[in-house]
Each structure stands twice: as structure tokens, then as C-alpha cells.
């Protein structure tokens, strides 16, 4: 899978925010109640905290801003495209033994039949982020239609007994010209590519992770290939030596309601 990095036209200062209860009937193992997104039409209340108000480009840009200085520097690493019955077990299985976190980004196609990985993510700690629900470029869709996508991921996701996210990755990393403005998520990119559907040689991924890695960084990687999940054992523990590995929510600390546009710290 060819990966392309457009950075497309920035979010506009979310000044509103808009919750619409989608009053989705959960039941059963379903724990996890989700709004549906939209864009902002509604002034904020009082009652509920405020709405984000981004002012500054650093605040927009995490790419701008210096990281915190406390023990060792943080590094996030991110698997976009899964779940995968294969692979993400495998992934997991890594850093449960190696006791670090990652962030995922789901695909929300594929979650059928493989609610219990999202849910052992969840529970394990790492992020489950949404990252559209057939992998689509959002360059070439309509506003509604990216619409249509990132809600469905956010209602299977939720039926899975995870919470719904927060952070959206749009696949290939473009927003295109028709994005909304304003939705209630953190939109989060990366800065460090090792373009693991390059090549699939688990050996010189490892490398090429190690090499690239960067205090503040979000690696990008693809949780779908058996050369990724055999990379990413001997990556972390080199990168455990010199970083303490987070997820990307605790790396730039991105909380529900959260906006802007993240590529990882400089
Ligand atoms: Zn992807």
C-alpha cells in the first residue's frame, strides 16, 4: 500500500462545538454510548466545559511546539489500518511483554469479528483511534460522504465495547478540500514515516524505526503486515533504552473534545 503525506488545508480555530446525541440503542456487550460528529451549528453551554478555542499555531501544530523535559523524551508509536486477526495479536503481544503502549487507528470495516482485539487494545492501555470506515482518500469525497465515514467507525467502534474516539487519522494522511470544520476531534498525523509497505523486511524496518526515531515523534506504521509485527520487538527494545514509548493522546495530550491538527512534537 503506497502511503502519500499531503498536508492538506489546516482546521480553522474550532470556536464551536456541537454534540449530537445519536441515541443509539446499545445493548449487550456494548458499554460505550457515541455522538454522532458533526459540525459545530451550536453554541456551547456553560453546563458542559468549554469549547476548545485554538488560537495560537502552536496549539493547532504540534509540530511547533517544544516537548516537555522529564525523564527521558517520549515517542509514540501508531499502527493505522487494522484490526487484522493475524497481526494485531501479534502486535499486542509485543507490547504487553514489553510493557509500552501504542496508539491504533482503526479501519472501521473491519472491526466485525474482531471486536475482542479493540477491546484488549482499550484494555491494555493504548489508543483506539478511527482512521474512516473503507480507507478511502478524502480528497475525493464529498463533505456528507466523509461525514458518513468517520460516524459509522465511531458507532462500531463503540458497539465493540470501546469508547468512541477522539482522534481521527484520515487515511493517507489528506483531509481534501471538502473536510469539515470544526468537529469535536483531534486530528493526528505523524512526523516519522519508516514506510513499512515499502519494503516488508521485518530487519531493516527494525532499523529504519531505530534510525528515524526522535524525541516527540509519531512513528507511522501499518498494523496489517507480518514484517511489521516482527519489526517492532527488536525497535522497542532499543527505543525503550532512550524513550519512554506513550501513546499519542498522552504524548500531546489529547483528551476527548480536543482539536487541531497533531504531527507529534519537533
Ligand atoms: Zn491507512
Known amino acids: 500500500m503506497k502511503i502519500r503525506i499531503v498536508v492538506a488545508g489546516r482546521l480553522r480555530p474550532a470556536v464551536l462545538i456541537a454534540v449530537v446525541a445519536a441515541g443509539l440503542a446499545l445493548t449487550g456487550l456494548a458499554q460505550y454510548s457515541v455522538s454522532a460528529i458533526a459540525e459545530a451549528t451550536i453554541q456551547p453551554t456553560s453546563a458542559n466545559q468549554p ?19 522529564a525523564g527521558l523524551p517520549k515517542l509514540a508509536l501508531s ?120 519494503d516488508h523486511n521485518a530487519v531493516q524496518l527494525t532499523q529504519r524505526i531505530i534510525a528515524e526515531a526522535r524525541p516527540g515523534g509519531i512513528i507511522d506504521l501499518h498494523g496489517i503486515y507480518l514484517s511489521t509485527a516482527q519489526a517492532i520487538g527488536p525497535a522497542i527494545d532499543v527505543l525503550k533504552q532512550h524513550y519512554d514509548l506513550v501513546t499519542v493522546s498522552q504524548l500531546l495530550g489529547i483528551k476527548p473534545g480536543t482539536t487541531g491538527i497533531y504531527y507529534g512534537y519537533k
Open 51 to 69: 469549547a476548545p478555542v485554538i488560537t495560537s499555531p502552536s496549539r493547532v501544530l504540534g509540530a511547533e511546539t517544544t516537548q516537555p523535559t
Open 79 to 198: 499502527f493505522d489500518d487494522g484490526p487484522n486477526p493475524l497481526t494485531t495479536p501479534l502486535i499486542l503481544n509485543t507490547l504487553e511483554q514489553e510493557h509500552v503502549h501504542a496508539s491504533f487507528f482503526i479501519v472501521g470495516s473491519r472491526v466485525a469479528g474482531n471486536g475482542a482485539l479493540l477491546r484488549r487494545e482499550y484494555a491494555d492501555g493504548d489508543d483506539v483511534g478511527n482512521h474512516s470506515w473503507s480507507h478511502p482518500d478524502f480528497g475525493t469525497l464529498s463533505r456528507q460522504q466523509i461525514l458518513t465515514q468517520i460516524n459509522q467507525t465511531e458507532r462500531v467502534i463503540a458497539a465493540a465495547g470501546v469508547p468512541a474516539p477522539f482522534m481521527l487519522r484520515p487515511p493517507y494522511g489528506d483531509l481534501g478540500p471538502n473536510f469539515p470544520k470544526n468537529l469535536p476531534l483531534a486530528i493526528v498525523l505523524w512526523n516519522i514515516d519508516p514506510k513499512d509497505w515499502d
